[in-house]
């Protein structure tokens, strides 16, 4: 949380680091947004209160969801500017690449993820799971809508599935992968990547490769997260 007065005169954040450095770090970064974008309105009279739900806002339905997708984005371009994300964006998609770029930051794999999607200029998407259920999504603007939803599970077809049910840790190669299990667009090939980690939490990288005239959005919803997808 944040606390300050409504002038922003002063300020103090406190943060749980009960689940490490690198998520304090990142917390530490979004309640400094809030300090900082000036439209930003308190969402208690002493200041901000942040669950860890708002840690992963990216919609802007509502004046809350704006001002906390807001304040992530803030907190993301601090601890992974676009030049220190040079070696990611240089190369084809890989989870490894992002694994060991996230060291290199002090960051999570997650946040570097969504970092990644923000900056990268391929159409690609993230899927994070957990016992083979989606837990949350997103996807760069390109990506076609993945027709899935918050808890269903993975497709059989899915090499995400094989390693998610096989749980050994680690990574995968990135493979080409049923395209109907991913999405409804007709003529795209999927190319997937699963980096599996503990307590069956697993994260899988689509890359798409579309039909040349398709180069449009479809439509669908940028970011498929939380607390539930579209």
Known sequence: MLLTNRARSFGSILVNVTHGARRARFSVGHE?????????????????RCTSWDM???????RHQRQEAEANHFAAALLAPAYKMRSCLGNDPDLRTLQKTAETLDLSLEATIRRYLDLVDVPVAAIWTKDGRIRTSKRHRDFPWVPRSKGDLLSDLTQAWRASRNARPGFTDMAESAAAAWTDRDGVEIYEQTRVGRNGHAVTLLWAELPDDDDADDGGPTELGMPGFG
């Open 32 to 48: 400094l947004g809030h300090f900082l974008l000036e439209r930003h309105v308190l969402s208690q009279d002493n200041g901000f």
């Open 56 to 62: 992963l806002e990216a919609r802007d339905d509502t």
